[in-house]
T-cell receptor, first 116, second 113 residues
């Protein structure tokens, strides 16, 4: 099992460009999450998806959109990148069975994004 | 609201020293508490967790006890190794079983031989 995979690993954008960060998990988890990690601020939740077909905003959703394409895949899109979106982005997944969340989240290796 | 506060880093220790990383939280109800570890260039991994007051989580020689009276979940290890060098994150999952996690800012640990 690969666990949680993310592409690309690194990306440099110019202000105003768009891109999509891809995430996939092979653990058959219902819930998936996107975080950003900034120095001194820990991880902050951007969006999450409790199950296929649903998405909800997290703490810092502005400037981002997400798509839960199917149970495996959860993508994050930056429509018009800004320097403030320079960060490391992590995707995670967790198991939920019959409404009970198991709370351990499994993380991908991250995407390091720089916006010039 | 819910929040997690960790001690400022970096923490620099010699091998075999005792480690404490402080974590306090603010939350309503009865959250679950976690420590995650991030090794250089990698994603986060769960280190240990505790789901109710007075529970002790432990793994790989690390321990933390859920103290509701002091709203704390301090991470300890009796004898650190160079391989423990990493960033450590304290996190809580609010009561209500949403699956979401709220993270502290992270504490960098550097262990020197």
């Amino acid at each position: 099992n690969a666990g949680v995979t993310q592409t690309p690993k690194f990306q440099v954008l110019k202000t105003g460009q768009s891109m999509t960060l891809q995430c996939a998990q092979d653990m058959n988890h219902n819930s998936m999450y996107w975080y950003r990690q900034d120095p001194g601020m820990g991880l902050r939740l951007i969006y999450y998806s409790a199950s296929e077909g649903t998405t909800d905003k997290g703490e810092v959703p502005n400037g981002y959109n997400v798509s839960r394409l199917n149970k495996r895949e959860f993508s994050l899109r930056l429509e018009s990148a800004a320097p403030s979106q320079t960060s490391v982005y992590f995707c995670a997944s967790s198991e939920e069975v019959a409404g009970v969340y198991y709370n351990e989240q499994f993380f991908g290796p991250g995407t390091r994004l720089t916006v010039l | 609201g819910n929040s997690v506060t960790q001690m400022e880093g970096p923490v620099t220790l010699s091998e075999e020293a005792f480690l404490t990383i402080n974590c306090t939280y603010t939350a309503t109800g009865y959250p679950s508490l976690f420590w995650y570890v991030q090794y250089p260039g990698e994603g986060l991994q769960l280190l240990l967790k505790a789901t109710k007051a007075d529970d002790k989580g432990s793994n790989k020689g690390f321990e933390a006890t859920y103290r509701k009276e002091t709203t704390s979940f301090h991470l300890e290890k009796g004898s650190v190794q160079v391989s423990d060098s990493a960033v450590y994150f304290c996190a809580l999952s609010p009561s209500g079983n949403t699956g979401k996690l709220i993270f502290g800012q992270g504490t960098t640990l550097q262990v020197k031989p």
